[in-house]
């Protein structure tokens, strides 16, 4: 928790962030895993109301500030994932953000974008939130979408 006793639950209500549903697979497999003290989420796309908030390739047709408020989404609906699995209270911190850009041919700033799920993590957890991370970039990504982001967080 942060250096009160506050929940992450209450701190989400504080910063006025609601968890929305977890986003239906589009594949075989589940939103999210957990092994031991670990949830591993599966790449989350940034769905807002059962839609994609931004498709397209980076430095060809999307814009670095839509795609880093969409790694933010992202990683909302990663947090949403590991909510439904063991309760975002029992979260103890983010260990890595894997973050994927639909890059056209000569864009390099993965990390720029990607910035976008990791300060929303450190804004949410506060030192609980500070992790690794891995910026790809990728020629495609699933149904067009310019970003993807999984997260590996320690639960208790």
Not at 5 to 34: C, D, H, K, M, N
Not at 43 to 54: A, I
Request: net charge negative; charged share 15%.
């Amino acid at each position: 928790m942060t250096e009160t006793t506050q929940t992450w639950s209450a701190r989400l209500a504080e910063l006025g962030i609601e968890l929305p549903a977890v986003a239906a697979p589009v594949a075989a497999y589940v939103p999210a895993v957990r092994s031991g003290d670990h949830v591993y989420t599966s790449g989350q796309l940034p769905f807002v109301d059962g839609k994609l908030s931004l498709t397209g390739k980076l430095g060809a047709d999307a814009s670095d500030a839509d795609a880093k408020a969409a790694a933010r989404v992202c990683a909302l609906n990663a947090l949403a994932a590991i909510n439904a699995l063991v309760g975002i209270d029992n979260l103890v911190r983010v260990v890595k953000v894997v973050g994927f850009v639909a890059s056209a041919q000569g864009f390099t700033g993965q990390p720029g974008v990607i910035n976008g799920a990791s300060e929303f993590l450190v804004e949410v957890f506060g030192d609980a939130g500070i992790h690794a991370r891995s910026a790809v970039g990728v020629a495609e990504l699933p149904l067009g979408s310019a970003v993807e982001v999984e997260l590996i967080v320690e639960v208790r």
